[in-house]
């Protein structure tokens, strides 16, 4: 379904459109949100569309990729498909890199790819950053319980656990970044 410069499937809707009301900022932003097959090892995947790489930033369009099978066919999670707020704050997380992206020239975002894919210490810092931005644009809570799924073992094997606990923040660390987050928004009002 099309709902002005956003494209997504009918059937993760409210999921999709309770993540882009946290990020106003994005609202003249073309993003489409997609089924599709990749080869890394996840389950989302955000990135500018190709063609619209080195136009100007405000012309860019962006694209998050998801694997159809893991959230909406999945026979390890309840009903086969993986919890709403679990969707959200995977999705707000995704929406945080595209914020990022967005701030970036042409040149630098490819320049970004080419770090993300053969830098593990570039990598953790982008997720970072993707993380912070949806504790700033106030994803929270979906955050913190999409962390604590993606860290279940009755979910996910071990191994993906541990690439997990190295490359992105713990939920103790996005937990403090929230306590900060609010002490600085009552000291500015």
């Not at 499937?9 to 097959?37: C, D, M, Q, T």
């Not at 498909?81 to 995977?90: A, E």
């Not at 073992?153 to 606990?165: Q, S």
Request: aromatic letters at 14%; a positive charge.
């Amino acid at each position: 379904m099309r709902v002005g410069n956003k494209k997504y499937p009918s059937k993760i809707k409210a999921e999709v459109e309770k993540a882009l009301s946290h990020y106003p900022e994005l609202r003249n932003v073309p993003i489409h949100f997609r089924w599709g097959i990749f080869t890394q090892h996840s389950f989302m995947l955000a990135q500018p569309k190709v063609p619209t790489l080195f136009r100007p930033k405000e012309r860019r369009e962006y694209q998050i990729i998801m694997r159809k099978k893991f959230f909406l066919k999945n026979k390890k999670v309840p009903n086969n498909r993986v919890p709403s707020d679990v969707m959200i704050g995977w999705l707000g997380h995704e929406l945080g890199h595209v914020l990022d992206y967005k701030l970036r020239g042409s040149w630098d975002l490819a320049w970004f790819g080419v770090l993300y894919y053969f830098s593990k210490s570039f990598l953790k810092k982008a997720e970072i950053t993707a993380d912070r931005n949806a504790v700033e644009h106030g994803l929270i809570k979906e955050l913190v319980v999409s962390k604590e799924f993606g860290r279940n073992p009755a979910f996910f094997p071990w191994r993906y656990i541990k690439k997990l606990n190295s490359l992105y923040p713990s939920i103790e660390d996005v937990k403090t970044w929230e306590e900060s987050f609010r002490a600085n928004n009552e000291q500015n009002t």
